[in-house]
């Protein structure tokens, strides 16, 4: 365990005998900058993912806006993205000169975007869908390449939270024109600071590698090992490179990623079994057999007018660290101004509610038992229920998403 003042931290890595002897042989090389290590993780990474180009860069950030900016995004341009999602997603858009166009969710069942709403905002302006698979969750890429492809949209996936998920058996961050991972510590597969950028379209990876590395044509490894003498500039491009030391430690964590996966979903399993539907708790992303999530996310969604804050002190009293992923973007002061800004009910109805629970493959049971008893406690509804979880769960559920006349608070089903 990392050190921590937490009892139950949010996320966690292990620290152990094979990462430091990794780190240790790599920077005893001496060579410590883009080269060897970066080039075997790309192939790993690659495969892994059943892509034709994988590229490291220096962060899932720098890998939304090389992706955008390989896809030709810029001035004039729109870009619809969720805006139940981290701020990365839209300060890459704003930093290419496009516009971002946020959507809705689907709902609490279902935090990815809702395609209905996707459609709604498409203009003439439109050139991506920049999609999001919420908490390692595959959205509905049916939809959504449906739309892109009668519109003649790209799609970009951020697929930060999605490592090892699969839609219909293929990767998510394969299913568009260009993936984006994250490698952030707290990530499914840390490595401090680090992402990458997987395509199959060939000129994309093309415009991809430029774009990285200054536009420059060569590289200085390739100039170490005598495969190039000078370069030329050919696009204004950035830095944006991977260390060894990061491709180093992303092998070893690619290959214990399947393994950490699961473990994930196992912990999830057991919050679901704890907290879905009790005390109108839910917990979403049930019954999708058909696809695999990476389960990055651990989140449950408080029943209305619960005091959230109240809920996550005293989660904190106990030791428990908690989060709210996400704070919706369309709400923060500089994108609430911009000309495109409109309401999104569902997004500000579960963003209000939801509270990010720890989850890291090596917790415990133990450790997931007491989160769950610390929300359980900390709910004002707690000790009503007396049905079994998962039968309130459906009960939970479809009162949820009844039409307005049925429930109390109508958020979820307001007319977009
Ligand atoms: C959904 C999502 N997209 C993008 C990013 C940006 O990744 P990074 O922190 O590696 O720049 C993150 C990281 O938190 C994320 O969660």
Not at 352 to 357: D, Q
């Amino acid at each position: 365990m990392a050190e921590t003042r937490w009892s139950v931290p949010l996320s966690d890595v292990l620290v152990d005998d094979e990462l430091l002897e990794t780190a240790r042989r790599t920077l005893q090389s001496g060579w410590w900058s883009m080269g060897p290590r970066v080039e075997e993780f790309e192939r790993a990474f690659s495969e892994f993912c059943g892509v034709r180009h994988a590229l490291a860069v220096s962060n899932g950030t720098a890998a939304l806006h090389l992706a955008l900016l390989a896809c030709g995004c810029g001035p004039g341009d729109e870009v619809v993205l969720p805006s139940l999602n981290f701020v990365a997603a839209a300060n890459s858009i704003a930093n290419t000169g496009a516009q971002p166009v946020f959507c809705d969710i689907r709902g609490s069942h279902d935090l990815n975007l809702d395609p209905d709403d996707v459609e709604s905002v498409i203009t003439p302006r439109t050139k991506a869908l920049l999609v999001l698979h919420y908490g390692g969750h595959p959205c509905d890429m049916e939809r959504i390449l449906q739309i892109a492809a009668d519109r003649g949209l790209l799609v970009i996936e951020d697929a930060a939270h999605a490592p090892g998920a699969t839609w219909r058996g293929r990767a998510c961050g394969t299913l568009g024109s260009v993936g984006c991972f994250s490698f952030f510590s707290n990530k499914n597969l840390p490595i401090g600071e680090g992402g990458a950028v997987v395509t199959n379209d060939d000129e994309i990876a093309d415009r991809l590698r430029l774009l990285r590395s200054h536009g420059m044509t060569t590289l200085t490894w390739d100039r170490h090992r005598g495969h190039a003498h000078t370069y030329d500039v050919v696009a204004q491009g950035l830095n944006y490179r991977m260390d060894e030391l990061r491709a180093a430690l992303g092998l070893v964590q690619l290959g214990r990623l399947p393994a950490a996966n699961l473990q994930r979903a196992r912990h999830v399993a057991r919050y679901r079994s704890l907290l879905d539907g009790q005390a109108g708790a839910l917990v979403p992303f049930d019954g999708d057999s058909e696809n695999s999530s990476a389960h990055h996310l651990a989140v449950v969604i408080l029943p209305r007018a619960t005091p959230r804050d109240a809920v996550r002190e005293a989660l904190r009293e106990k030791g428990i660290q908690t989060s709210v992923h996400y704070p919706p973007i369309h709400r923060f002061s500089l994108y609430a101004r911009a000309a495109t800004s409109r309401p999104l009910p569902r997004t500000q109805d579960i963003a209000e509610r939801l509270v990010t629970l720890p989850l890291f493959p090596h917790m415990t049971d133990d450790q997931v038992d007491r989160v769950a008893a610390g929300i359980l406690d900390a709910l004002p509804a707690r000790g009503r229920s007396r049905t079994p979880a998962k039968t309130m769960r459906v009960a939970a559920h479809s009162l949820e998403e009844s039409p307005p006349d049925l429930v109390a608070s109508p958020a979820e089903n307001l007319p977009k």
